[in-house]
C-alpha cells in the first residue's frame, strides 16, 4: 500500500513540476498517434494503440488514431494537418515505413514534438525521439524453438528439416527480424533450412496465406508470420495444413483465443515485440517533458520489451529439456555472450548471403 501511494505522490508531483515548468498540464494537451495500416489486426497498430490509450488513461491528455490504410501517399497530407494544428502537441508514428515522412514533416515544423517508434531517426533531428526494438534477439529465439520442433517428433513436425518465414515487406525492421531468425536456426542445427517469403504489404491476408501454403508443401511445419494484419493469413494456412506456427508482436494464441481457438492451438509461441509498452513509456515521458528529443535509443530481450510467448500453448507444444535449451539461450542473448546478427546498418550483399545460407 505504501509504495502504491508513494507511486501516486511521485506521479502527481512530476504533472506539477511539467505544469509549471511548461505552463500547460497534460489534461491539455493532445497526442495523435498515426497508424500506417489499420487497427483490428491484433499484433502491431492494436498494441501501438493500447499504449496511447493506456498512458492517457493515466495522465489525462486528449488523443486521435488516424488509419492510414496502408497508403502511404497519405503520410505527408497528414503529419501536415496534425503538424499545423495546434490543438496537437505531439504526434507518434512508428516502423520505417513512414520516417522519410516524418522526417521532411518535422524539419518543416520544428516547434513540433514527433515521436518516432520501432525506426530509427537517422538525421538526429532536435524535435525527434526515435526508439527501435532490438527484434532480431526475440526472432533469434523464436527461430531456435522452431529448429527444435522442426528437428523434433512433435505432432505436427515432418520429417524434412524446414521451416518458414513470411515477411510483410522487405525492409530494414523484417529483415531484422530474419537475420535473427535464420541465426537462431541455424545455432541448433546448421541443416535446418529457412523457406523465405515477402507479401509486399501488411494487409493482404490472402496473400500471405497462399505464400505460407507454398512454403508448407515444400516442407515447413514451423512458419514465423511476421506481416502485422496479413500475418493472420499465415495462421490461417498453418491451421488449415496442421503445422505449426509462430505469431508476432502480441502473444497472438491468447489474443486469438477468445475468438478464434483453432489458430490458438497451433501457434507454439509468439515472439512478441512489446510496443505497447514502448509507446507507452515514450508518450508517458514526452507529456511529462522528460523526453530526450533528439536522442535514438533501443530495447531489447534485456529491457523487458522483447521476447518468445510461454503461454498454455507454449507448455504442452515443448518439452522440458527443448524449454530448458530456450531458456538458456535467451540467458546467453541477454548477457550479450551470444551476439545476435542485425540487418540494421547491414548492406545488401551481407544479408543475401545470409539468406542464401538458409534456403534450400
Not at 47 to 70: D, H, M, P, Y
Not at 191 to 214: P, W
Not at 267 to 276: E, G, L, Y
Request: with cysteine.
Amino acid at each position: 500500500m505504501k509504495k502504491s501511494v508513494l507511486g501516486v505522490l511521485v506521479l502527481i508531483l512530476a504533472v506539477a513540476a511539467f505544469s509549471s515548468a511548461s505552463g500547460k498540464s497534460p489534461k491539455d494537451m493532445g497526442v495523435a498517434l498515426i497508424i500506417n495500416t489499420n487497427l483490428g489486426d491484433k499484433s502491431f497498430c492494436d498494441l501501438s494503440n493500447q499504449g496511447l490509450l493506456e498512458a492517457a488513461k493515466e495522465l489525462g491528455f486528449r488523443t486521435k488514431v488516424v488509419e492510414l490504410g496502408g497508403d502511404t501517399t497519405k503520410q505527408i497530407p497528414t503529419l501536415t494537418e496534425f503538424a499545423e494544428s495546434k490543438e496537437w502537441d505531439i504526434i507518434v508514428c512508428g516502423t520505417y515505413n513512414i520516417r522519410e515522412s516524418l522526417q521532411a514533416v518535422a524539419q518543416e515544423f520544428p516547434e513540433k514534438k514527433f515521436i518516432l517508434y520501432d525506426a530509427k531517426d537517422d538525421k538526429s533531428l532536435p524535435n525527434v525521439y526515435s526508439v527501435e526494438h532490438l527484434q532480431n534477439e526475440g526472432s533469434f529465439v523464436a527461430g531456435a524453438a522452431a529448429a527444435m520442433l522442426t528437428i523434433s517428433k512433435a505432432p505436427l513436425a515432418n520429417s524434412k528439416k524446414i521451416v518458414g518465414f513470411v515477411g510483410g515487406g522487405e525492409n530494414t525492421s523484417i529483415n531484422d527480424f530474419l537475420v535473427g531468425y535464420i541465426q537462431g536456426v541455424q545455432t541448433v542445427d546448421p541443416a535446418v533450412k529457412v523457406l523465405i517469403s515477402y507479401i509486399g504489404n501488411f494487409k493482404d491476408t490472402a496473400k500471405a496465406k497462399e505464400m505460407a501454403i507454398a512454403q508448407i508443401n515444400q516442407g515447413a511445419d514451423v512458419v514465423f508470420a511476421v506481416a502485422g494484419g496479413a500475418g493472420l493469413g499465415v495462421l490461417d494456412a498453418c491451421k488449415d495444413k496442421n503445422v505449426y506456427a509462430i505469431g508476432v508482436d502480441s502473444d497472438q494464441a491468447m489474443v486469438l483465443e477468445p475468438t478464434r481457438p483453432d489458430l490458438s492451438k497451433i501457434i507454439c509461441t509468439s515472439m512478441q515485440k512489446k510496443v505497447n509498452k514502448t509507446v507507452y513509456n515514450a508518450v508517458k515521458a514526452a507529456v511529462l517533458g522528460t523526453l530526450p528529443y533528439g536522442k535514438y535509443e533501443t530495447v531489447g530481450v534485456k529491457q523487458g520489451s522483447i521476447g518468445i510467448a510461454k503461454n498454455k500453448y507454449f507448455d504442452a507444444i515443448f518439452t522440458e529439456s527443448q524449454k530448458k535449451e530456450i531458456a538458456e539461450l535467451e540467458a546467453e542473448v541477454m548477457s550479450g555472450k551470444i551476439k545476435v546478427q542485425t540487418a540494421i546498418g547491414m548492406d545488401n550483399a551481407t544479408l543475401n548471403k545470409i539468406r542464401d545460407s538458409a534456403r534450400p
